[in-house]
Nanobody, 121 residues
Framework: QPHIVESGGGSVQPGGSLRLSCAAS????????VGWFRQVPGKGRLGISC???????YHAESVQGRFTIARDIAKKQTYLEMSEIEPEDAAVYYC???????????????WGQGTQVAVSA
């Protein structure tokens, strides 16, 4: 059964850093494009970063220069390195896997359960 698990969320101060991790079981994550999405209460789930199977990366303007998505092929994980975190970054972060087109359309084949990121001074 395909399954995605996110980890690494928590509480951070403005200006701080976090690293979110995405791991998969039941399928080979590194053959898929992987994306990070975030959602706040009352709003839809927004894509912020994604990386293709050949490691081409895309970042939304809101996180460009502050967040970096990367793969560790050996560990079969994908990471979201978050730095210079702002209060507006507080959200539940979800990892999704699928084709590049499905990630860009916000409809990955597989979703994780989400990990919470809280930002407070």
């Amino acid at each position: 059964q395909p399954h995605i698990v996110e980890s690494g969320g928590g509480s951070v101060q403005p200006g701080g850093s976090l690293r979110l991790s995405c791991a998969a079981s039941g399928f080979t994550l590194d053959t898929y494009a992987v994306g990070w999405f975030r959602q706040v209460p009352g709003k839809g789930r927004l894509g912020i970063s994604c990386i293709s199977s050949d490691e081409s990366a895309y970042h939304a303007e809101s996180v460009q220069g502050r967040f970096t998505i990367a793969r560790d092929i050996a560990k079969k994980q994908t990471y979201l390195e978050m730095s210079e975190i702002e209060p507006e970054d507080a959200a539940v972060y979800y990892c999704g896997a699928g084709t590049w087109d499905r990630l860009l359309s916000g409809t990955p084949d597989y979703w994780g359960q989400g990990t919470q990121v809280a930002v407070s001074a």
